[in-house]
């Protein structure tokens, strides 16, 4: 332990001593020093504190300190009561007090235990009170506030789990605060009666055991009870005091002191009305006019000092605006300002300023909660972090459009109504539903944008009825979705690889840095989000990375052998259970087409195929495709394994949504049932 350390158990053992063992008048004179020491340098703190939780450790040492006084007081009981006697310092205080009048001397004395009682022990009290509940009350509003600003880009995840952090301790602080504030209003109670045991004991062991006569007693007893009520109610009174600084700081930035002179002294012109009051008060009343001349005079001559330095300040900031640059203009110029232009947002969505509602929260808005959802929905669908989507408004946009960008660049737009509903239809058109004509813009169906007059009407007709957020939270997310491979870097799979070897150490040591780098593993993670396969299963992809990363360097061929290792995953994406999978398969001809074309090079593979037979192959696919979609099923297409990639490469730019997979991808249990087949000509 150390001596720090040592030193606080001391004084708590320190404490005990002083509820049991009898201490000498000498050492009591130390300790009365030391309490009195210990509370002025408390409220000294207090007051230089610009946050409360600067001195988080107040309420502890709150308790403390008190009990340390309680134990202090019934030392100096037992050496009055028992002695007649508790040292100098108590002596020198009341005497000090009672200036030789014994009741003027308790009266004042009356008056301080009053005076910390009932007006700071009890302010103080009421005061954390009130401080603790309103804290509290505040956390759930603070914590959305925080995770809004995460949402919107404004705060990294560092500055919000600081902030959330501090949050939790300031509700901490508070609730201890509201507990220790009952030690001190029970620590004064405890003194009233003290002195009164005192007083009153006293003067029977004074008369009955010591002797005294009835003078001699009141007077001796009542400069000891005054004396140590003193070194006892000062420094209690200090702690109470700083009880109710440290509770009552949660509006100021700085120092007591600093913002006493910085907001008392805002507004110099009131120093002169001040200034003329008190000189007004010296003509018309016998108060003593040097007295009241000075005090007036010296406020008008602050007024005019403090109305100098506000008019220099707004001089400068006139001149700032008026192109006088500032010495601080060196920073301006310098490069690393020019630098900070360049950082380009992930996500970003931007939107006109009738959409405001949407994100303003004061209007009803919940487009940041729900883009907290769609983070959520990407880690649990795809097992990435998406990015922090930035959310701000384009004056540039018109009034109802929206705009989203991946990396600086536009990907999607669309425009909402917000005092409308959109309404899909069912498959059929019901002429009684009017509306305007629109295009759902997350997957291009045709839509009306209805009324709230006509939207239960829409709804009995089997017409899908979402409201404006619903329906740009669903194209943000399937946005995110189709651009994921996108928004997945380097520095992105690194926090994924670190995650995993928290849990898997030995998995991830044997798989990079000596067999693939994060490079080749974010190849092949983006070759699977690509074609919406989640990543979710790290532990699966890393085993057979660090099985076929031995006999191949090509991450594509190694993405298939990941794919196929994720065919349970895979079968249950594209199958219904207990229900056939309708395919459409690759013919023999066109997969010895595709087979042939594929190029061996010492850079990796690649298919280089004939313009005419390609184009072939791709009507082929694109009709059969189109005919499965027809009946009602989403098409799938379905391949040998050493094709499947290629066949991918090709379908990809004209059939993005339709999934191509290879016969090792599907389960054993599936029914698979082929309607159509893709032809070479």
């Known amino acids: 332990m150390k001596i720090k350390d040592l030193i606080v158990l001391f004084g708590v053992i320190l404490i005990i001593v002083m509820l049991i063992?009898?201490?000498?008048?000498?050492?009591?004179d130390v300790l009365i020093i030391f309490n009195i020491s210990m509370s002025l340098l408390i409220i000294l703190v207090a007051m230089n504190t610009s946050d409360s939780l600067q001195f988080s450790i107040f309420p502890t040492l709150l308790l403390l300190v008190t009990l340390f006084r309680l134990g202090l007081s019934v030392s100096t009981t037992r050496s009055i009561l028992g002695n007649a006697d508790a040292g100098n310092v108590i002596d020198t205080f009341g005497n000090f007090v009672i200036g030789?009048?014994?009741?003027?001397?308790?009266?004042?004395?009356?008056?301080?235990?009053?005076?910390?009682?009932?007006?700071?022990?009890?302010?103080?009290?009421?005061?954390?009170?009130?401080?603790?509940?309103?804290?509290?009350?505040?956390?759930?509003?603070?914590?959305?506030?925080?995770?809004?600003?995460?949402?919107?880009?404004?705060?990294?995840?560092?500055?919000?789990?600081?902030?959330?952090?501090?949050?939790?301790?300031?509700?901490?602080?508070?609730?201890?605060?509201?507990?220790?504030?009952?030690?001190?209003?029970?620590?004064?109670?405890?003194?009233?009666?003290?002195?009164?045991?005192?007083?009153?004991?006293?003067l029977i062991i004074g008369m009955m055991q010591m002797g005294m006569d009835l003078n001699t007693a009141v007077t001796t007893y009542t400069l000891l009870t005054v004396g140590d009520g003193l070194v006892t109610q000062i420094p209690a009174l200090l702690i109470s005091t700083a009880t109710g600084i440290?509770?009552?700081?949660?509006?100021?930035?700085?120092?007591?002191?600093?913002?006493?002179?910085?907001?008392?002294?805002?507004?110099?012109?009131?120093?002169?009305?001040?200034?003329?009051?008190?000189?007004?008060?010296?003509?018309?009343?016998?108060?003593?006019?040097?007295?009241?001349?000075?005090?007036?005079?010296?406020?008008?001559?602050?007024?005019?000092?403090?109305?100098?330095?506000?008019?220099?300040?707004?001089?400068?900031?006139?001149?700032?605006?008026?192109?006088?640059?500032?010495?601080?203009?060196?920073?301006?110029?310098?490069p690393e300002n020019v630098v900070n232009l360049l950082q380009i947002d992930p996500i970003e969505f931007e939107f006109g300023y009738g959409l405001i509602p949407l994100a303003d929260t004061n209007q009803g808005g919940d487009?940041?909660?729900?883009?907290?959802?769609?983070?959520?929905?990407?880690?649990?669908?795809?097992?990435?972090?998406?990015?922090?989507?930035?959310?701000?408004?384009?004056?540039?946009?018109?009034?109802?459009?929206?705009v989203i960008k991946i990396k600086g660049n536009e990907v999607a737009k669309g425009d909402v109504l917000l005092d409308h509903y959109m309404a899909m239809s069912p498959g059929f058109e019901d002429e009684s539903i009017v509306g305007i004509e629109t295009v759902e813009p997350?997957?291009?169906?045709?839509?009306?944008?209805?009324?709230?007059?006509?939207?239960?009407?829409?709804?009995?007709?089997?017409?899908?009825?979402?409201?404006?957020?619903?329906?740009v939270s669903t194209h943000l997310t399937e946005i995110i979705k189709r651009h994921a491979h996108e928004l997945l870097g380097r520095q992105e799979t690194r926090q994924l690889i670190d995650h995993l070897k928290e849990t898997y150490p030995v998995l991830v040591e044997e798989t990079t840095p000596s067999l693939l780098s994060i490079g080749d593993i974010q190849r092949v993670l983006t070759n699977l989000l690509k074609e919406h396969v989640s990543i979710r299963n790290l532990p699966m992809i890393f085993e057979t990375l660090a099985d076929y990363a031995q006999m191949t360097k090509d991450m594509d061929l190694l993405t298939e052998?990941?794919?196929?290792?994720?065919?349970?995953q895979i079968s249950t994406q594209v199958a219904n259970k207990n229900e056939p999978?309708?395919?459409?398969?690759?013919?023999?001809?066109?997969?010895?087409?595709?087979?042939?074309?594929?190029?061996?090079?010492?850079?990796?593979?690649?298919?280089?195929?004939?313009?005419?037979?390609?184009?072939?192959?791709?009507?082929?696919?694109?009709?059969?495709?189109?005919?499965?979609?027809?009946?009602?099923?989403?098409?799938?297409?379905?391949?040998?394994?050493?094709?499947?990639?290629?066949v991918r490469q090709l379908l990809e730019r004209y059939l993005p949504s339709v999934p191509v997979l290879s016969y090792n991808e599907l389960e054993a249990d599936i029914e698979v049932q082929s309607v159509g087949v893709v032809n070479a000509e």
């Open 367 to 402: 487009l940041l909660d729900r883009v907290v959802m769609i983070r959520r929905q990407m880690a649990l669908e795809l097992g990435m972090i998406v990015p922090v989507i930035r959310i701000r408004d384009n004056i540039q946009l018109q009034a109802n459009e929206y």
């Open 442 to 471: 997350a997957f291009g169906l045709a839509a009306l944008w209805i009324g709230e007059d006509m939207k239960e009407k829409a709804e009995m007709s089997g017409y899908t009825v979402v409201d404006p957020p619903s329906v």
């Open 561 to 568: 052998y990941v794919r196929q290792s994720l065919s349970r």
């Open 100 to 202: 030789g009048n014994a009741i003027v001397g308790f009266v004042v004395f009356i008056i301080l235990v009053i005076i910390q009682f009932i007006v700071i022990t009890k302010g103080a009290e009421r005061v954390s009170e009130v401080g603790a509940r309103f804290t509290l009350d505040a956390m759930p509003g603070k914590q959305m506030s925080i995770d809004a600003d995460l949402n919107a880009g404004l705060i990294s995840d560092a500055e919000a789990k600081q902030r959330r952090e501090k949050i939790e301790k300031e509700a901490d602080f508070y609730g201890s605060m509201d507990g220790a504030s009952k030690f001190v209003k029970g620590d004064a109670i405890a003194s009233i009666i003290i002195v009164a045991i005192n007083m009153i004991v006293g």
């Open 581 to 646: 999978l309708y395919v459409v398969t690759l013919s023999a001809s066109a997969e010895k087409r595709v087979a042939d074309a594929v190029q061996q090079t010492e850079h990796g593979t690649f298919m280089s195929m004939d313009p005419a037979h390609s184009q072939s192959i791709l009507d082929s696919a694109v009709e059969e495709t189109n005919r499965l979609s027809q009946m009602g099923q989403s098409p799938v297409l379905l391949c040998s394994p050493a094709v499947r990639m290629y």
């Open 246 to 334: 440290m509770v009552t700081k949660a509006a100021s930035e700085g120092s007591l002191s600093g913002d006493i002179t910085k907001q008392m002294f805002a507004y110099p012109k009131l120093l002169y009305v001040t200034a003329g009051t008190i000189f007004l008060l010296g003509v018309a009343t016998p108060i003593s006019k040097v007295l009241t001349f000075s005090m007036a005079g010296l406020l008008a001559f602050a007024g005019w000092q403090l109305n100098q330095i506000k008019t220099k300040s707004q001089d400068v900031e006139l001149a700032m605006d008026d192109g006088e640059e500032p010495a601080s203009s060196d920073e301006i110029r310098s």
């Open 21 to 28: 063992i009898p201490l000498p008048p000498p050492i009591l």
